[in-house]
């Protein structure tokens, strides 16, 4: 198992329920990502906190809220999602913003699984 | 046409066969070039990346980048049942925003 831990591993929830995904990181670093994975599309790049402010929010809509209380811990909040939400939501961590535009220094958890029915 | 493109497969090979997996791009300002693979029910894990140009030799597992015709390549020589994963291509030109392919799976039969 990787440095990055996610909780829950599989979700399922309805349309009108909040929820949170939580990440956790063993390795000291100071980056956290949260990324989308869909069936058969490509990974996208969610939100990037880098010392607990968030640096980057790639126009991601506002039923997904993000919230970096510190270093090693990432949450996303969750509230009246569509079913098109479903996807392997992926969380990653790097040594700091600018580390982790290297390639090599991203690490990633092995997500959640969430479906929105 | 999307930034990056990739065969989704699957792709079923016998045991010791060699592999090639495949991504175009649209993007000329691509600098980075990585694979990645993402067995089930985990997350990706970086297998080789490029920087610019040319070729990359790790074990069995070869990466070439071709950047006047906007392609890049991973070789698997010798594959293994322990191969059977989804592979993902990605690029950037640095910073966040690196660009992923959809994937493809690989299956390496016994």
């Known amino acids: 198992e990787t440095g990055v831990t996610q909780t829950p591993r599989h979700l399922v929830m309805g349309m009108t329920n909040k929820k949170s995904l939580k990440c956790e990181q063993h390795?000291?670093?100071?980056?956290m990502y949260w990324y989308k994975q869909s069936a058969k599309k490509p990974l996208e790049l969610m939100f990037v906190y880098n010392f607990k402010e968030q640096t980057e929010n790639n126009s991601v809509p506002s039923r997904f809220s993000p919230e970096c209380p510190n270093s090693s811990h990432l949450f996303l909040h969750l509230h009246t999602l569509q079913p098109e939400d479903s996807a392997l939501y992926l969380c990653?961590?790097?040594?700091?913003?600018?580390?982790?535009?290297?390639?090599?220094?991203?690490?990633f958890g092995p997500g959640t699984r969430l479906t929105v029915l | 046409q999307k930034e990056v493109e990739q065969d989704p497969g699957p792709l079923s090979v016998p045991e010791g066969a060699i592999v090639s997996l495949n991504c175009t791009y649209s993007n000329s300002a691509f600098q980075y070039f990585m694979w990645y693979r993402q067995y089930s029910r985990k997350g990706p894990e970086l297998l080789m990346y490029?920087?610019?140009?040319g070729n990359k030799e790790d074990g069995r597992f070869t990466a070439q980048v071709d950047k006047s015709s906007k392609y890049i390549s991973l070789f698997i020589r010798d594959s293994q049942p322990s191969d059977s994963a989804t592979y993902l291509c990605?690029?950037?030109?640095?910073?966040?925003?690196?660009?992923f392919g959809p994937g493809t799976r690989l299956s390496v039969l016994p």
């Open positions: 490029t920087y610019s140009s």
């Open positions: 390795l000291g670093h100071n980056a």
């Open positions: 990653a961590s790097s040594q700091d913003e600018l580390a982790g535009s290297h390639p090599d220094s991203q690490y």
């Open positions: 990605a690029m950037g030109v640095g910073g966040q925003n690196f660009v």
